[in-house]
């Protein structure tokens, strides 16, 4: 089962990935983890990604492609896995599956977490961090005990510059342009299935469910 999250920042679909990588008993993979292994396990695709990261450049799409097979060839993929925040771009998801094509594998399903963009500005305006131990609240969903408190360590609790506004409108507005196609080249392939992101956290993972096992 090779499954792709989509999604727009904040619409939850790395929590959704856990979940399912939980349930599936196949990793979770994101690709921010595999350059940190990657980097710290001092790999040859390593210190290619590292070079690039120090001159605070991007890593190439060809060289993230790398690492991500790299990934698939462990043990644990042998029964699929959940790739989160990779391919972001239509050049990325070419790249991605002409490498797969290569060992005559093809992506399964490529989820769509979908929620409105006024719902993730409400939802992410209304995310607390304690400056403390970096625990997070939310105002609605997961209040802390006393108001702007942390429960953990007493520590203060702060609305990150991440989670005002106009840095979320500003995030989305990039997901739109470079992201959403995404969703139409799935549809082409025919592997995108929806699913409504406004409900609660359980109901979507149900969904998710419900188009996996359907």
């Known amino acids: 089962m090779k499954i792709i999250m989509l999604g727009a920042p904040g619409a939850g679909k790395g929590t959704q990935a856990k979940m399912i990588a939980a349930k599936y008993e196949i990793p979770h993979i994101s690709t921010g983890d595999i350059f940190r292994a990657n980097i710290k396990n001092g790999t040859e695709l ?25 990934r698939f060839a462990q043990d644990d993929c042998k029964n699929g896995y959940v790739l989160d925040g990779f391919p972001r771009t239509i050049p990325q998801a070419e790249a991605l599956d002409a490498a797969l094509a290569k060992n005559n594998e093809t992506v ?65 507005s990039v997901y739109h342009e470079q992201t959403q196609p995404l969703i139409d080249y799935y549809e082409k392939a025919g592997i995108v299935r929806n699913v ?11 969904a998710i469910v419900a188009i996996l096992e359907g």
């Open 46 to 70: 390593g210190k290619k990604a590292k070079e690039y990261m120090d001159r605070g450049a991007l890593v190439p799409d060809e060289l993230v492609v790398d690492l991500i097979m790299d």
């Open 108 to 172: 399964d399903y490529a989820i769509n977490v979908d929620v409105p963009d006024e719902n993730i500005v409400n939802r992410m305006g209304g995310r607390r961090a304690c400056v403390g131990c970096g625990a997070t609240y939310h105002i609605k969903y997961n209040p802390p005990k006393v108001e702007g408190i942390c429960d953990t360590c007493g520590a203060e609790l702060i609305l990150r510059d991440d989670d005002k506004p106009e840095t979320v409108l500003n995030r989305l």
């Open 196 to 206: 409504d992101g406004t409900q609660d956290m359980k109901d979507v993972f149900d």
